[in-house]
């Protein structure tokens, strides 16, 4: 339950620092009271203390298996403090659950999490602590907000050099500690204190999940409660929704949205739009096969470019009756100040995609080097994957701007076009598939 040096010189910076933004700028004031009026809300005070019942049976349990100890009381309740409201938040803003949960669970298991253990085992005096912690700050926020400014590069290389061997003076200083401080005692001790963050925050992620599907739940019939004016209808789709698609929450927004899209107003239609979310989950799991001659599957060509990070969303229909499908925007990273944005879009009918299309829109006067490599990386790929033919290099086709070709039956169109501001312009790959 002791507090290191480090630890102690931590506390009094940020004393210092939040004591001096608040006498000095009362916007900084006025924002730090909304925070403060906002976790006092109910909905966070109850989910913060379900969190910390759910927590204290883990630690329980923990206890009871030898596994903790009185003396990790500090790390438990500097991870409660510090994680778990940014667990919270990352999870109800996670679009992609399971991809949020994977990424929770590979951050705990690794390297970075026992060097950062073995660093903050030991520490320097107090007086080093005090003047290292500032510089060590501002080295860390000039690195970060100055990587615009090529001029810097050189001051950069030499504050990272710097930092380096900071961190492995560091690190040697808390293996030297650790082997002349050696004993059984000590080494039961800090293993626990190493795998008890991982421990806890594993322990957390059941928690997660559950409370991820409840706020989607409580998202959804939100909605509908606005959507159906109707009491009766509003409580039917409840219990239909919570008997359907149970822990699918990805199905469930999606009923939400077709609901809408389909004008829903009636108890049998209320059925029907769950059967063909059924359906649609059906085809998904076992996608129909789609001659080359007529087009793609919809849920095969959502996953050509899964390699290049721009996996489609689910494969619907709009209010026109048009089925259609796009990916997240992919930033392009860079040094300039706007990343330029690749997107991918399939279009078709409800069985066939006809269409695929590869959105770029280059935010810069001069295209970088890093976006023409991954625009002809990801070109390549979706002509590879959807056609099967070589033939066809994306960066010979991109030097020859507006082009078209035709390759079996399939017309291959690029396509450039200029923004309104003239700062930059929209490239595009379509490959559609001929009429007969």
């Known amino acids: 339950?002791?507090?290191?040096?480090?630890?102690?010189?931590?506390?009094?910076?940020i004393v210092i620092s939040f004591t001096c933004l608040f006498y000095y700028h009362r916007s900084v004031r006025d924002s730090f009271c909304n925070v403060i009026k906002c976790f006092f809300d109910k909905k966070v005070l109850f989910v913060i203390a379900l969190s910390a019942i759910w927590m204290s049976i883990g630690v329980f349990i923990l206890y009871e298996m030898n596994a903790w100890q009185w003396n990790n009381i500090k790390t438990t309740l500097t991870w409660f403090a510090f994680s778990i409201i940014t667990m919270i938040i990352g999870v109800s803003k996670a679009e992609d659950k399971k991809k949020y949960f994977l990424s929770l669970f590979k951050e705990n298991i690794n390297i970075g999490v026992f060097l950062t253990f073995v660093i903050e085992l030991y520490s320097f005096s107090f007086f080093i602590e005090f003047i290292m912690i500032p510089i060590s700050v501002l080295f860390f926020v000039y690195?970060?907000?100055?990587?615009?400014s090529k001029n810097n590069v050189k001051i950069k290389l030499f504050i990272n050099i710097i930092m380096f061997f900071w961190m492995v003076a560091y690190f040697l200083h808390s293996i030297y500690l650790s082997i002349a401080l050696f004993n059984t005692n000590w080494l039961l001790s800090n293993l626990i204190e190493l795998f008890l963050p991982v421990i806890l925050s594993l322990i957390c992620i059941p928690f997660l999940y559950f409370l991820?599907?409840?706020?989607?739940?409580?998202?959804?019939?939100s909605s509908l409660k606005i959507y159906f004016n109707d009491d009766d209808l509003f409580k039917y789709a409840k219990k239909l929704s919570l008997k359907s698609f149970k822990l699918n929450v990805d199905?469930?927004?999606?009923?939400?949205?077709?609901?809408?899209?389909?004008?829903?107003?009636?108890?049998?239609?209320?059925?029907?739009?769950?059967?063909?979310?059924?359906?649609?989950?059906?085809?998904?799991?076992?996608?129909?096969?789609?001659?080359?001659?007529?087009?793609?599957?919809?849920?095969?060509?959502?996953?050509?470019?899964?390699?290049?990070?721009?996996?489609?969303?689910?494969?619907?229909?709009?209010?026109d009756g048009k089925w259609w499908a796009y990916s997240r925007p992919l930033l392009i990273e860079q040094e300039n100040l706007f990343s330029d944005i690749i997107t991918y879009y399939i279009y078709g009918d409800e069985n066939i995609v006809s269409e695929l299309k590869l959105k770029v829109d280059i935010n810069n006067v001069s295209i970088s080097e890093s976006t023409?490599?991954?625009?002809?990386?990801?070109?390549?790929?979706?002509?590879?994957?959807?056609?099967?033919?070589?033939?066809i290099q994306a960066s010979e086709c991109l030097m020859k701007i507006p082009f078209s070709i035709e390759v079996d039956n399939y017309i291959i169109n690029f396509t450039k076009e200029n923004f309104i501001s003239n700062k930059g312009y929209t490239l595009e790959l379509n490959i559609l598939i001929k009429l007969e």
């Open 251 to 319: 199905y469930l927004r999606r009923w939400n949205r077709n609901l809408r899209l389909n004008q829903v107003r009636s108890k049998v239609d209320l059925e029907k739009s769950v059967c063909d979310i059924k359906k649609l989950k059906d085809l998904e799991s076992n996608p129909p096969f789609v001659s080359l001659d007529k087009g793609w599957s919809p849920y095969l060509a959502r996953n050509f470019l899964e390699k290049d990070k721009l996996v489609t969303n689910d494969y619907h229909s709009d209010c």
């Open 1 to 13: 339950m002791d507090i290191n040096n480090r630890e102690l010189a931590t506390v009094i910076w």
């Open 372 to 391: 023409k490599n991954v625009i002809s990386k990801v070109f390549d790929h979706l002509l590879v994957n959807s056609t099967k033919s070589t033939s």
């Open 212 to 221: 991820s599907i409840y706020m989607e739940y409580e998202r959804v019939f």
């Open 143 to 148: 690195i970060n907000y100055n990587s615009l």
